[in-house]
């Protein structure tokens, strides 16, 4: 009986994985034609989201001098599995209120992941070029918290400001969104 296997490159494993969360199979990693041998058998969970790679800790094998060598992976049975990270926000919505023209004002939005898996957290991205993100960029494990913090930079602006912010992770739920508005006065 045989299984159902392919031979795959890195690159069209990573155009297969363009749309998927997370992808599980046991891997098979090929000799290189040049060098070294691979590592045989282990358990390979890769993130597109996040282009990280996990190794599940039962299978894992220390790496050789050559392991980074290896040209292509026999994927046997695959799995898509969806990411049990998740975002627990106690606000996703800020108002500074009113900002006199020039001011740059911040708020640090904490948040908590509430899932099973790490949150990995790719980019935060503002609307616009007057507002700045720093966020956590380790992943972050089930049951601990990171933060999102915004400046918005007023010089350019007048009159109300609304401001989405996109959160794009590995999150079960997809991109989140943060919001802040101010009213920006004129300089005297």
């Known amino acids: 009986m045989q299984k159902n296997r392919s031979i795959l490159t890195l690159k069209t494993i990573l155009l297969i994985l363009s749309g998927i969360v997370c992808i599980v199979f046991s891997a098979e990693a090929q000799k290189s034609k ?11 969970i890769y993130s597109a989201r996040t282009s990280s790679k996990y190794r599940s800790k039962t299978a894992y094998r220390k790496p050789t001098r050559s392991s980074h060598l290896v040209s292509s992976v026999i994927v046997s049975n695959p799995t898509i599995v969806r990411s049990q990270a998740a975002f627990s926000f106690a606000n996703r919505w800020y108002d500074f209120g ?6 740059k004002v911040t708020h640090t939005f904490p948040f908590k992941n509430t899932g099973k898996d790490p949150l990995i957290i790719s980019v935060v991205q503002p609307t616009c070029g007057c507002t700045v993100t720093e966020w956590t960029r380790t992943p972050i494990p089930p049951g601990q918290s990171g933060d999102i913090t915004v400046t918005f930079d007023s010089k350019s602006s007048l009159n109300q400001q609304n401001k989405t912010i996109t959160v794009v992770s590995n999150a079960a739920t997809g991109n989140e969104r943060l ?6 006065l004129p300089k005297r």
Do not use: C, L, M, T
């Open 34 to 44: 040049y060098k070294g041998k691979a590592k045989p058998k282990s358990k390979v």
């Open 179 to 184: 919001y802040i508005q101010g009213n920006v």
């Open 98 to 103: 009113d900002i006199i023209q020039g001011e």
